[in-house]
């Protein structure tokens, strides 16, 4: 058995060598996901559109179109969001914090829509679906911006836990 005998200071080279290009990829995530108001608000903002005229009284087939439309929409967003990011993750990278960020933000924005729409119907306010996309849409946008954060936050830190406890040995 052959050991190899390494300095402190090339294995702090070493070191350094590995964890700049990791650091640069997380620099970018954080960049992308603090960039992310633009993509938001769009998002809100279609997702206002749908709904102001899911509560008119519209003939089926223009339902489907509205629906339709919107999912196109939303799809081309997020795949046009997709490409703009230089650097991805690998799948093994991914936290649990950003599975539950979407599962969360689904749940979220799914119950404030019903609800919103059962208030609407059951004190049979003027203009309902104007206020039922306006309360729904507020919540999104309050509720996305600091979950995209939380969820990024973890990434940089999962890594250095191990360098740390090592460090400590």
């Known amino acids: 058995m052959t050991?190899?005998?390494?300095?402190?200071e090339q294995a702090w080279q070493e070191l350094q060598r590995i964890r700049v290009p990791q650091e640069?990829?997380?620099d970018e995530v954080e960049r992308c996901a603090q960039d992310d108001a633009k993509?938001?608000?769009l998002s809100a903002a279609l997702m206002w559109v749908f709904l102001a005229t899911s509560g008119l009284d519209l003939p089926t087939w223009a339902f489907w179109l509205v629906f339709t439309?919107?999912?196109?929409?939303?799809?081309?967003l997020a795949v046009i969001c997709n490409r703009r990011s230089r650097m991805r993750l690998h799948r093994s990278?991914?936290?649990w914090r950003q599975v539950a960020t979407l599962i969360g933000s689904a749940v979220i924005t799914g119950t404030i829509i019903v609800v919103s729409g059962h208030l609407v119907e059951s004190l049979a306010l003027p203009f309902g679906s104007l206020?039922?996309?306006t309360v729904s849409v507020g919540f999104f946008v309050l509720f996305v911006g600091p979950a995209n954060r939380w969820a990024i936050s973890t990434l940089r830190t999962r890594d250095a836990k191990p360098v740390q406890a090592?460090?400590?040995r």
């Open 3 to 8: 050991t190899t005998q390494l300095d402190a």
């Open 24 to 26: 640069r990829v997380y």
């Open 39 to 41: 993509t938001t608000y």
């Open 69 to 76: 439309t919107y999912v196109a929409l939303i799809s081309a």
């Open 93 to 95: 990278r991914h936290s």
């Open 131 to 133: 206020i039922q996309a």
């Open 166 to 168: 090592e460090a400590c």
